[in-house]
């Protein structure tokens, strides 16, 4: 099993500036990817950005690029997302997920960001 613990979000006016962190614990060692999913009222879950462990790539929705960063924590196992230039539109509930291999899907217990003009 495997526990995504989820920090930061919050309340900002667009164009500031906000930032998620999500630590895993539990069997980590057989995580291979983890990341951000946003559900904003009335939509499907989508994904934001993810990172691939082995290799440090980062993938990222279209409407992110140049605007959201992901990293990986240093010394544990934990991602980042450094959200910029944030839109009205970015508000929703911001998921960290972790997949390990089997594939087993797990997720946190989500974080509201609300952005407003």
């Known amino acids: 099993q495997v526990q995504l613990d989820e920090s930061g979000g919050g309340l900002v006016q667009a164009g500031g500036s906000l930032s998620l962190s999500c630590v895993a614990s539990?069997?980590?060692?057989?995580?291979?990817?983890m990341g951000w999913f946003r559900q904003a009222p009335g939509k499907e879950r989508e994904l934001v950005a993810r990172?691939?462990?082995?290799?440090?790539?980062?993938d990222y929705a279209d409407d992110v690029v140049g605007r959201f960063a992901i990293s990986r924590g240093n010394d544990k196992m934990s991602v980042n997302l450094q959200m910029n230039s944030l839109k009205p539109e970015d508000t929703a509930t911001y998921y960290c997920?972790?997949?390990?291999?089997?594939?087993?899907?797990?997720w946190g217990q989500g974080t509201q960001v609300t952005v407003f003009s």
């Open positions: 997920n972790a997949i390990e291999y089997g594939p087993q899907n797990y």
């Open positions: 990172i691939t462990w082995s290799s440090g790539r980062a």
């Open positions: 539990g069997r980590t060692f057989s995580i291979f990817n």
